[in-house]
């Protein structure tokens, strides 16, 4: 059904304006000051935008849904994630592929595929990991590359024994991903280093959930941006490091940028809103809040804040990782190493950017659509397609109503974990319509759309 979109004031990553959109099939057809209605089919449904944004539909570069780690596997599956992506504002998810060292990359490719299609909502596609770089598997990732339309590799320097890849294999795979023109993204840390201080701290006896911050401080993780960025320099390849967490991090990011390497920042939702005193909370409580890398010192919010504000942090994910409190998170008990890492987000990022990212002031509107969609569609090969409001791209928009008051909470959430990071919280700001390629799949916080309409996202590799 075409839809008419009128009164918005349209924000995109570069400007700010009044105007209606009409979308026919599945893209925008026109940008006009005013579109009359009675000219339009008979069938058209008409939006009143007036008093609320129109954004580009919004993009979380980082996601897991399928995900075997830590001995169990993540809670949501397609149809929970979209649905809770849709009711905050999110249409596009880009999910790691995370297959163990002796999967086969394309068996991976394959059974993440499989899982994704038939319940997807919003349209979808993958950063492939690298666990193993061998022959066998250069040639599978060539494939995915090249046929599949997967134009970027996701790369862990940590998790010791599980996902870590090591030098030699980092390496040879990035300059693997400079000739094929594919970005790499990377959880930088140091799988070593984490693994010697974390026997220590279990020996002193320090098991409990405040212990996950001081097993992985902010130097290991800026000497894993540090590391990332020396291998990018002198492979040529183009890196992204993920969630980054610190000023430490940025700061090594930062340097390297100054030097001429091609690496790019992404933040995730719960660094920018969440400090470590929510991890040092009693009672175990704590464990809910457990994440690589870590929730930092206070000090480092406005640092991240302001690094988006300069465009040195290009995005904001969420690293949506789903683990229930009752029965997963409580694998660690005992022993801090244990606790399945992850904080979902996926459905408040935007209304935690809105509220304690522009209302605060601390960065723009602008800034929010461009970190939140626009930036991950330029560098993950989405662009113009997603990320934008103009005539020929898909119709993923976001009607949002900037006054919109509400809680957070685990009842209005979609998605399948016992607990809400943001539990209580008050936000204001709140997705009032969501359309993927012109059908509405979301609106005022509740899933309306159709489940399987989804489509996996073919990209070019676009750093060549
Ligand atoms: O704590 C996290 N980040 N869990 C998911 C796996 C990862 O490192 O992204
Ligand atoms: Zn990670
Ligand atoms: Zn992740």
Request: charged share 20%.
């Amino acid at each position: 059904m075409p839809l008419l979109i009128k009164g918005g004031r349209i924000i995109t990553a570069t400007d700010d304006y009044t105007a209606d959109v009409y979308c026919e099939g599945e893209t925008i057809s026109r940008i006009e000051t005013d579109i009359t209605p009675s000219v339009l089919p008979a069938e058209t449904e008409v939006i009143d935008a007036v008093g609320k944004y129109v954004f580009p539909g919004f993009i979380d570069p980082h996601v897991h849904i399928h995900l075997p780690f830590m001995g169990t596997n993540a809670k949501d599956d397609y149809e929970s994630a979209s649905k809770a992506a849709l009711a905050g504002g999110t249409t596009t998810l880009i999910e790691m592929i995370c297959p163990g060292p002796d999967d086969e990359p394309l068996v991976a490719f394959n059974e993440w595929n499989d899982k994704a299609s038939p319940l997807a909502a919003v349209d979808y596609t993958f950063h492939m990991s690298v666990v193993r770089f061998d022959e066998r598997a250069r040639e599978q990732f060539r494939q995915i590359v090249n046929e599949h339309g997967i134009a970027s590799f996701k790369v862990f320097l940590a998790y010791k024994g599980a996902l870590e890849l090591g030098d030699a294999d980092l390496f040879a795979m990035l300059e693997f991903a400079k000739e094929l023109g594919v970005i790499t993204t990377a959880h930088c840390e140091n799988a070593e280093a984490i693994d010697a201080m974390q026997r220590r701290l279990i020996a002193q006896g320090k098991t409990g959930p405040e212990f996950h911050e001081p097993s992985r401080p902010v130097g290991v993780e800026a000497s894993g941006v540090n590391h990332l960025a020396s291998f990018a320099e002198l492979t040529g390849a183009h890196v992204y490091a993920v969630h980054t967490s610190c000023a430490d991090a940025l700061r090594a990011a930062v340097d390297a940028r100054i030097r001429g390497v091609n690496i790019w920042v992404e933040a995730v939702a719960p660094h920018l809103v969440l400090d470590e005193t929510y991890a040092q909370k009693p009672g175990f409580e704590g464990a809910k809040y457990v994440m690589s890398p870590p929730l930092r010192n206070k000090s480092n919010l406005d640092v991240l804040w302001n690094g988006l504000r300069a465009g040195y942090i290009s995005t904001i994910g969420t690293d949506h990782a789903p683990f229930d409190f009752g029965t997963q998170k409580s694998m660690g008990r005992d022993a801090f190493t244990k606790i399945p890492n992850g904080i979902p987000s996926v459905q408040e990022r935007v209304d935690l950017v809105h509220t304690f990212g522009v209302i605060t002031g601390k960065i723009d509107l602008n800034t929010m659509v461009s970190a939140c969609s626009t930036n991950a569609a330029r560098l993950f090969g989405l662009y113009p397609r997603k990320g934008a409001v103009k005539v020929g791209s898909d119709a993923d928009l976001v009607v949002y109503d900037p006054s919109c008051e509400h809680t957070l909470s685990v009842e209005s959430s979609y998605s399948k974990v016992d607990y809400n990071a943001f539990e209580g919280w008050k936000v204001t700001g709140r997705a009032s319509a969501v359309t993927v390629r012109g059908e509405i799949q979301a609106r005022d916080g509740e899933f309306v759309g159709t489940i399987g309409r989804g489509r996996l996202l073919k990209r070019p590799p676009t750093h060549g």
